[in-house]
């Protein structure tokens, strides 16, 4: 399952070894150009017997409904397909795991250290697959940011909420984070190297000034960062062009 392609969709590549389904949802937000769709699911592990029920949100009448437009394989309110049972087994996903409180502390300091810092507001929306593969970034690359993003709605509601940030204030965090990137994004070669270096400045540049271990400091601001390339802020840059020159 992926996301963040702002137009829901489904994708079936065959060949012959596996079937490999591909669904994607649209936004998580109403924001005017990406339908609002989240996506639910079953697996029968017996038989295999697969199901995918795509719900929109109907912003007239402020309720989710089963969306049966996708394609013509929704058009009976999912998508019904079989997996090969070969091959299914339980694995152990290790877990990222962080105090919220304390991450939401985090967010507030770090923005009143930034206090001073000019804002910014224009940016580019572009896919997050499609910048990942841009940016040259690895699967385990891939992989962790998909297991930091449910941290996002936290950064969501402080940057957001006018009990937290000013309306006139929220975009400090995101201009410096932008301003390392731009700084960084010709000395480096791709994506995931940018983003450990403006961990490193980061730590380097506050962690005197913010009361967090070391460990947990560096974690908090990767979530950041990783939360400013879902939200379209960087990553808009393509480096397959460098490696081609």
């Given at each position: 399952?992926?996301?963040?392609?702002?137009?829901?969709?489904?994708?079936?590549?065959?060949?012959?070894?596996?079937?490999?389904?591909?669904?994607?949802?649209?936004?998580?937000?109403?924001?005017?150009?990406?339908?609002?769709?989240?996506?639910?699911g079953?697996?029968?592990?017996d038989?295999?017997?697969?199901?995918?029920?795509?719900?929109?949100?109907?912003?007239?009448?402020?309720?989710?409904?089963?969306?049966?437009?996708?394609?013509?394989?929704?058009?009976?309110g999912s998508?019904?397909?079989?997996?090969?049972?070969?091959?299914?087994?339980?694995?152990?996903?290790?877990?990222?795991?962080?105090?919220?409180?304390?991450?939401?502390?985090?967010?507030?300091?770090?923005?009143?250290?930034?206090?001073?810092?000019?804002?910014?507001?224009?940016?580019?929306?572009k896919?997050?697959?499609?910048?990942?593969?841009?940016?040259?970034?690895?699967n385990?690359?891939?992989?962790?940011?998909?297991?930091?993003?449910?941290?996002?709605?936290i950064?969501?509601?402080?940057?957001?909420?006018?009990?937290?940030i000013?309306?006139?204030?929220?975009?400090?965090v995101?201009?410096?984070?932008?301003?390392?990137?731009?700084?960084?994004?010709?000395?480096?070669?791709?994506?995931?190297?940018?983003?450990?270096?403006?961990?490193?400045?980061?730590?380097g540049?506050?962690?005197?000034?913010?009361?967090?271990?070391?460990?947990?400091?560096?974690?908090?601001l990767?979530?950041?960062?990783?939360?400013?390339?879902?939200?379209?802020?960087?990553?808009?840059?393509?480096?397959?062009?460098?490696?081609?020159?």
């Open positions: 399952m992926i996301g963040h392609v702002h137009i829901p969709a489904y994708f079936k590549e065959a060949n012959n070894i596996n079937d490999i389904y591909c669904f994607t949802a649209g936004s998580n937000i109403i924001d005017g150009y990406a339908q609002s769709v989240f996506l639910t079953s697996v029968n592990t038989s295999g017997e697969s199901e995918v029920v795509y719900h929109k949100w109907d912003e007239s009448n402020e309720v989710w409904h089963i969306h049966n437009t996708v394609g013509r394989l929704t058009r009976e998508y019904k397909f079989t997996l090969k049972k070969k091959g299914f087994k339980e694995v152990d996903l290790p877990s990222v795991r962080l105090d919220e409180d304390e991450f939401r502390n985090f967010l507030l300091e770090f923005h009143e250290i930034l206090a001073s810092h000019p804002s910014s507001g224009n940016f580019e929306m896919d997050i697959n499609d910048k990942f593969k841009n940016m040259l970034c690895s385990t690359f891939k992989v962790q940011f998909d297991k930091l993003s449910v941290y996002f709605p950064v969501d509601d402080i940057f957001n909420s006018p009990n937290f000013s309306f006139d204030k929220k975009f400090i995101p201009n410096v984070i932008e301003t390392e990137y731009m700084d960084l994004l010709p000395k480096l070669k791709d994506g995931p190297a940018i983003v450990k270096q403006m961990i490193e400045n980061f730590y540049m506050y962690h005197d000034k913010l009361e967090f271990h070391e460990h947990a400091l560096k974690l908090y990767r979530i950041v960062i990783y939360w400013s390339i879902h939200e379209c802020d960087i990553f808009n840059d393509d480096k397959r062009e460098v490696v081609r020159q």
